[in-house]
T-cell receptor, first 110, second 116 residues
Framework: AQSVTQPDIHITVSEGASLELRCNYS??????LFWYVQSPGQGLQLLLK??????LVQGIKGFEAEFKRSQSSFNLRKPSVHWSDAAEYFC????????FGAGTTVTVRA | DTGVSQDPRHKITKRGQNVTFRCDPI?????LYWYRQTLGQGPEFLTY????????KSRLLSDRFSAERPKGSFSTLEIQRTEQGDSAMYLC??????????????FGNGTRLTVT
């Protein structure tokens, strides 16, 4: 069975500071991994994806994520956070049927 | 690429009533998915179509739920005899399956259902 754990429910970060969101997955084969972002009342926007190849993947809005098979992790990072990055972030695993984590809410303080 | 469109954005209904939601996927996408998201949780898979064929249904999809994609384009999700526990955001997504891969899912903005 596939599943995702996002250990941090809520993270507060200062504008300009770095951000790292944790994601651990369980999957029987080579995983397809995704990070999505959701603003209040909105759908999910794809930030980045990992299918194979380079374990460091670049996404939109300055985000990147690193796939570590030995740790079953796919953590999301951003070097310098902007106030507009305040949102909920979801990690997901799967091919056609995605399993999502419960999400991490990011608050950005001035 | 006009994105995935869902209608309505919000629906308030009384318990026991039927409701129907519509999803228009990205035009060239052959796969369409329905997910449900409750407050504070990630989306949960409900069902998906490849063209007009419904290929999988989650155990979350009780007999009161039915989804269709009659011409392989738009899809409808109907909930009969709504219950308060049906209150959630219903998300539609689409993707393009080719011989090489299944593209990432593109989500619509969802339909927020409130059952009173």
């Amino acid at each position: 069975a596939q599943s995702v754990t996002q250990p941090d429910i809520h993270i507060t970060v200062s504008e300009g500071a770095s951000l790292e969101l944790r994601c651990n997955y369980s999957y029987g084969a080579t995983p397809y991994l995704f990070w999505y972002v959701q603003s209040p009342g909105q759908g999910l926007q794809l930030l980045l994806k990992y299918f194979s190849g380079d374990t460091l993947v670049q996404g939109i809005k300055g985000f990147e994520a690193e796939f570590k098979r030995s740790q079953s992790s796919f953590n999301l990072r951003k070097p310098s956070v902007h106030w507009s990055d305040a949102a909920e972030y979801f990690c997901a695993v799967g091919t056609y049927k995605l399993s999502f984590g419960a999400g991490t809410t990011v608050t950005v303080r001035a | 690429d006009t994105g995935v469109s869902q209608d309505p954005r919000h629906k308030i209904t009384k318990r026991g009533q039927n409701v129907t939601f519509r999803c228009d996927p990205i035009s060239e996408h052959n796969r369409l998915y329905w997910y449900r998201q409750t407050l504070g949780q990630g989306p949960e898979f409900l069902t998906y179509f490849q063209n007009e064929a419904q290929l999988e249904k989650s155990r979350l999809l009780s007999d009161r739920f039915s989804a269709e994609r009659p011409k392989g384009s738009f899809s409808t999700l109907e909930i009969q005899r709504t219950e308060q526990g049906d209150s959630a955001m219903y998300l539609c997504a689409s993707s393009l399956l080719t011989a090489a891969e299944n593209s990432p899912l593109h989500f619509g903005n969802g339909t927020r259902l409130t059952v009173t």
